[in-house]
């Protein structure tokens, strides 16, 4: 069988790097994911533009995309966001990113989704979170003439890893005294090395452990607080609306940020999401998906602009 033919997901991890490294990451076989299909099957998001950015990035250029629907409410609010993928996939196509960058824009929040680089054996932290601070920064720069709001009122987001890199790019931003987000959105996010257990005990040959060591790349990444928030402070965080699921192995992980958010003073909202497993907003089918999605539209559109001066 050819490596085309094998799910990826079925293989150790450095064969999957290998796979990746050499092919590209393997298509998406859903033939019902693309733009147009998605705005047959959700007709609301008929009117939403996108439109192509290349940022400047330290080392490298970082993919964006904007989303704006002028015919809908505007929200007085925008959102970065940023998808998830292991730290070894996704992109700007996939639902986590397109669909819901359609959706919320649709609800009157611009977004300017991120992508950023993979650890392929090769990347490791920080470069995917220097991708992700490029992203910011640029957003910062030209939030009137992205979204028509002013810098104080855009929340930063993410989901899975994508929720990784966003919590520790907030950290990043409150230790270099930057500006940091006026909210932060983290979807069924992974802040800890050992996502399932909210530990910094990571067993490397475990799935969780071997994918949380090859983002940090070492050991001593590995008890970064800018790589996983959860083991730096918690005071100086935004606002933070954390999204965990019922069928999720990483709830743990999102659970216990919550409670450190929350004793560190800081105001945290988490969204449960019942019968949803990891990963649900990327499949627009699921029937919980939406009711994410619509939740953090609502938690984004009454939370207050008030940016972050760290």
């Not at 990327?282 to 539209?297: H, K």
Request: glycine share 10%; net charge negative.
């Amino acid at each position: 069988m050819s490596d085309t033919e094998v799910d990826f997901r079925t293989l150790p991890l450095p064969d999957v790097l290998r796979l990746f490294r050499e092919r590209g990451e393997p298509a998406d076989p859903r033939p019902d994911i693309d733009t147009a299909s998605l705005q047959r099957r959700f007709p609301h998001l008929a009117n939403v533009e996108t439109r192509e950015i290349s940022i400047d990035g330290a080392a490298r250029a970082v993919p964006a995309r904007l989303y704006t629907d002028a015919s809908a409410e505007a929200s007085g609010r925008a959102l970065v966001w940023v998808h998830g993928g292991a730290f070894i996939g996704g992109h700007l196509d996939m639902p986590e990113s397109n669909w819901v960058a359609l959706e919320l824009a649709a609800r009157g929040i611009p977004v300017l989704a991120v992508d950023y680089v993979k650890c392929l054996g090769d990347v490791h932290f920080p470069e995917p979170s220097d991708d992700v601070l490029s992203a910011w920064h640029y957003a910062l720069a030209h939030a009137d003439e992205l979204f028509g709001v002013p810098s104080t009122a855009v929340t930063l987001g993410g989901a899975s890893a994508g929720g990784n890199l966003t919590a520790g790019a907030t950290a990043r931003l409150r230790d270099a005294g930057e500006h940091g987000p006026a909210g932060l959105v983290l979807v069924y996010p992974v802040v800890h090395p050992n996502g399932p257990e909210a530990s910094s005990h990571v067993d490397p040959d475990s799935p969780h452990g071997a994918l949380a060591s090859n983002f940090a790349g070492s050991v001593q990444g590995l008890g970064d607080p800018h790589a996983f928030a959860a083991l730096g402070p918690a005071g100086g965080f935004p606002p933070t609306l954390i999204v965990v699921c019922e069928l999720d192995d990483l709830r743990p992980s999102g659970e216990a940020f919550a409670r450190q958010l929350d004793a560190a003073g800081i105001p945290v909202s988490v969204h449960f999401e019942a019968g949803a497993g990891h990963g649900h907003i990327n499949e627009p089918a699921d029937p919980t998906a939406l009711p994410t999605i619509q939740a953090v539209a609502e938690w984004i559109a009454r939370s207050t602009p008030q940016r972050r001066e760290f």
